[in-house]
């Protein structure tokens, strides 16, 4: 099995990376009162010195009151976290990689299990998190538009700090997402609709503000799920026709790169054919694509979660489906944070010193 695939260079605008491996956004409340500490920077820094081509940071919140519901969540606005993010892309560039922060809004959420809440209810499309749950309140057009200006506004914090690129996150049933589903947006205005085209309105204005904040030459990644955490199974676009209709007018508004997280990467979006989420998404855009989900160990990461454990597994089907050119780069999560040096032992077909990944791996910055 030759893995030289995933080692090529990948550059796009104002992305250029030495390989074809992206660290994936993963959830590490270790910033508080959502200030990145030295520990993230290092903790990134070990990364980028162990060849990861690109870092997308953990999720960091935009500027609205109640856009998270854990108090160590890092923030994307203020001083103080705008200040601990420059140590971090520094740190980063200095031990030799490429990154970009993911910029985040939770929208309705479940209160966290600290017993933390902010200090305004939370936002969303509607006041459901999911259908039956209900959590916050519906956002109003002054919330959106302030919202939409929030996220503008992160996006060239991240160039003006340096950054590679910026990700946004529209997956996994967060604020974009809400405004995706049906099963959260039950809108009568504009920003609703019965169809998945019309409920794209919300993340096409966003993607428009970001653009307009960064320039045409800075490179915008989108990330989107087909599930969400309350249905694993759930499909928006049940066919590439409506799938289209959801990631054409994203194009337009200005995605250079769609993000495509599944739980497993090799299962297919559609009957006939075995094109996974990042596949179509490249066949029917032509834009470059990610694909995420389980790469490089057994098991799926909602059950890390749960405490259970995985191990190392092959990589001959991601680099199959590679080589036939379905996506461009792959994200790697769990991996990663059990062992920064995970990338070398791959291009040094160094197996045997491959780590599994254990719930522990997530209580600390390893």
């Avoid at 074809?20 to 030295?38: D, H, K, L, N």
């Avoid at 929030?150 to 997402?177: M, P, Q, T, W």
């Avoid at 026709?241 to 559609?270: K, N, T, Y």
Wanted: proline share 4%; net charge negative.
């Amino acid at each position: 099995m030759s893995t030289e695939t995933l080692f090529r260079p990948f550059s796009l605008k104002s992305l250029n990376i030495k390989n074809r491996i992206v660290m994936a956004p993963m959830t590490r409340s270790f910033s508080p009162a959502g200030v990145p500490t030295a520990d993230v920077a290092a903790y990134y820094s070990r990364r980028a010195a162990g060849e990861v081509g690109l870092i997308l940071s953990e999720g960091t919140v935009i500027d609205r009151v109640s856009s998270s519901n854990d108090a160590n969540i890092p923030h994307f606005y203020g001083d103080a976290a705008l200040a601990g993010w420059k140590e971090v892309v520094n740190s980063v560039h200095h031990s030799g990689g490429s990154m970009g922060p993911q910029i985040w809004h939770m929208g309705i959420m479940d209160n966290h299990h600290s017993g933390w809440v902010p200090s305004a209810p939370f936002e969303g499309p509607s006041d459901l998190n999911r259908p039956g749950f209900s959590n916050g309140v519906a956002m109003t057009q002054d919330d959106i538009e302030a919202a939409i200006k929030a996220y503008g506004s992160a996006a060239a914090d991240a160039k003006r700090l340096g950054f590679d690129c910026v990700e946004l996150h529209g997956a996994h049933g967060y604020l974009i997402d809400q405004f995706f589903w049906e099963g959260t947006n039950n809108r009568t205005d504009s920003y609703g609709g019965k169809t998945l085209n019309e409920r794209t309105k919300f993340a096409v204005e966003v993607v428009k503000e970001v653009r307009r904040q960064v320039g045409e030459d800075f490179t915008i990644i989108l990330r989107l799920s087909q599930w969400k955490p309350s249905d694993y199974t759930l499909q928006m676009a049940k066919t590439p026709q409506e799938m289209e209709q959801w990631l054409q007018p994203l194009v337009d508004a200005g995605v250079d790169i769609f993000h495509c997280s599944q739980r497993r990467f090799w299962e297919p979006e559609f009957e006939d054919s075995d094109l996974n989420f990042a596949g179509w998404a490249k066949k029917i855009t032509g834009k470059a694509t990610i694909t995420v989900g389980s790469v490089g160990l057994s098991g799926e990461f909602l059950a890390a979660f749960k405490g259970e454990s995985s191990e190392p597994s092959s990589l001959e089907e991601l680099l199959r489906r590679m080589d036939r050119g379905d996506f461009d780069l792959v994200a790697v999560g769990r991996p990663l944070l059990a062992d920064a040096k995970w990338v070398q032992k791959i291009r040094d077909e160094r197996t045997a010193e491959l780590k599994g990944f254990s719930r522990e791996a997530l209580m600390q910055l390893l």
